[in-house]
């Protein structure tokens, strides 16, 4: 089992750059899969970007591509995700998710995840 808790959420002017953090339980985090989504008020959660469990796979929303990176640390036990350019839209709760699965990171809908609290960001204009 793992446990996943994010960090780094704040409030931030739009254009500005925050740095999220999962950090997670568990000695074989490093075998999961994790992924990053928002949930905006009155929305429903989306997706933001995915990482494989090695790293060497990731994918991005199109409404994030050149502006967020994800990254980990499996040292760490950590997933971070770099959001530049922040724009008011991209307000919301922020939760990252891992699971352990075959399938290709970026296919992967986490519907078998272990899912952390949420951290808040949010961008004024």
């Known amino acids: 089992q793992v446990q996943v808790v994010e960090s780094g959420g704040g409030l931030v002017q739009a254009g500005g750059s925050l740095r999220l953090s999962c950090a997670a339980s568990?000695?074989?985090?490093?075998?999961?899969?994790v992924g990053w989504f928002r949930q905006a008020p009155g929305k429903e959660r989306e997706f933001v970007a995915t990482?494989?469990?090695?790293?060497?796979?990731?994918a991005y929303a199109d409404s994030v591509k050149g502006r967020f990176t994800i990254s980990r640390d499996n040292a760490k036990n950590t997933v971070y995700l770099q959001m530049n350019s922040l724009k008011p839209d991209d307000t919301g709760v922020y939760y990252c998710?891992?699971?352990?699965?075959?399938?290709?990171?970026?296919?992967?809908?986490?519907?078998?995840?272990?899912w952390g609290q949420g951290t808040q960001v949010t961008v004024s204009s």
């Open positions: 998710a891992a699971e352990i699965s075959s399938a290709y990171a970026a296919l992967l809908k986490y519907d078998n995840a272990y």
């Open positions: 568990g000695r074989i985090f490093s075998r999961y899969h």
């Open positions: 990482i494989s469990w090695g790293g060497g796979s990731t």
